[in-house]
């Protein structure tokens, strides 16, 4: 079992960055597949971006688009979520997720059903 530990949020103000980190630990498999969703109060989790560790890129959602990066100098077993020109709208308690599968064929990764470990939260408060 992969174990997963965000840290990272914060309260700031709409315009401004933050940078959440997920670290992996466990020794059952190496995850290949990591993701970052978020959850708003009385809303669906909601899927903000992927990366594959492999080489399969790197997706993003299209309401995070040109703002939030997973850079691609994260270490192996840390992926950092790079955020800027947040928004309201951005708050919510952003979860990591891991899956052992190597390739992004049919869009799997954007559903939370489909990851096998996940991290406890770490919240993101946006205010105007």
């Known amino acids: 079992q992969v174990q997963l530990v965000e840290s990272g949020g914060d309260s700031v103000q709409a315009g401004g960055s933050l940078r959440l980190s997920c670290k992996s630990s466990g020794t059952a498999y190496r995850s290949t597949a990591m993701a970052w969703f978020r959850q708003a109060p009385g809303k669906e989790r909601e899927w903000v971006a992927s990366i594959f560790t492999g080489g399969d890129g790197t997706h993003y959602s299209d309401s995070v688009g040109g703002r939030f990066t997973i850079p691609r100098d994260s270490a192996k077993n840390t992926v950092t979520l790079q955020m800027n020109s947040l928004k309201p709208e951005d708050t919510a308690m952003y979860y990591c997720?891991?899956?052992?599968?190597?390739?992004?064929?049919?869009?799997?990764?954007?559903?939370?059903?489909?990851?096998?470990?996940w991290g406890q939260g770490t919240q993101v408060t946006v205010s105007t």
């Open positions: 997720a891991a899956d052992p599968r190597t390739t992004c064929g049919g869009g799997w990764w954007r559903e939370p059903s489909e990851y096998t470990s």
